[in-house]
């Protein structure tokens, strides 16, 4: 961990995709712990083809599921990994669609957002690189950017 303040190196409009997954019915291990074990296929094969507008990923366990952020370049790198047949992700989201949607043990959830450049806000104080920083890289936070809405307005107060 280095002490001091920095931000996201990103450079260019962007695309967050959270997505988690939540255990309905925590008895029923046999049909959601294949949909976690199909979630970490994905992440692996993501992290191994970087060069398909995947930035990165950060994953986190909250009571009952699990959710992970992940960063692209674009909203279309993502839509193409997510309909590619020849990619992890989209076996197994027609397997949890065919075995499990239907039963409600687990349930899943995703929210996707395009990022114009320079509308965004990131600033980790006295961390490792975390998030956006450790998927784009991470740079000193200094500077004029003081405030938020300096820093997401290119300048602008108002």
Do not use: D, K, M, Q
């Given at each position: 961990m280095e002490r001091g303040r920095f931000t996201a190196g990103m450079?260019?409009?962007?695309?967050?995709?959270?997505?988690?997954?939540?255990?309905?019915?925590?008895?029923?291990?046999?049909?959601?712990?294949?949909?976690?074990?199909?979630?970490?296929?994905?992440?692996?094969?993501?992290?191994?083809?970087?060069?398909?507008?995947?930035?990165?990923?950060?994953?986190?366990?909250?009571?009952?599921?699990?959710?992970?952020v992940q960063y692209w370049r674009s909203r279309e790198d993502l839509e193409r990994f997510a309909r590619d047949p020849e990619d992890v992700h989209l076996p197994a989201w027609r397997k949890f669609n065919r075995e499990v949607r239907k039963s409600g043990v687990v349930g899943v959830w995703h929210e996707a957002y395009a990022v114009e450049d320079g509308r965004y806000e990131a600033v980790y104080a006295n961390m490792p690189p975390f998030g956006l920083a450790r998927a784009t890289g991470r740079v000193p936070a200094v500077g004029g950017g003081k405030g938020a809405r300096r820093r997401t307005r290119g300048g602008e107060e108002g």
């Open positions: 450079e260019g409009s962007f695309a967050v995709f959270i997505f988690g997954i939540r255990v309905n019915r925590l008895r029923a291990v046999g049909r959601w712990l294949p949909v976690l074990r199909a979630l970490r296929g994905v992440l692996r094969e993501l992290r191994g083809h970087r060069g398909r507008g995947f930035f990165g990923a950060e994953t986190f366990f909250y009571w009952r599921g699990v959710a992970v």
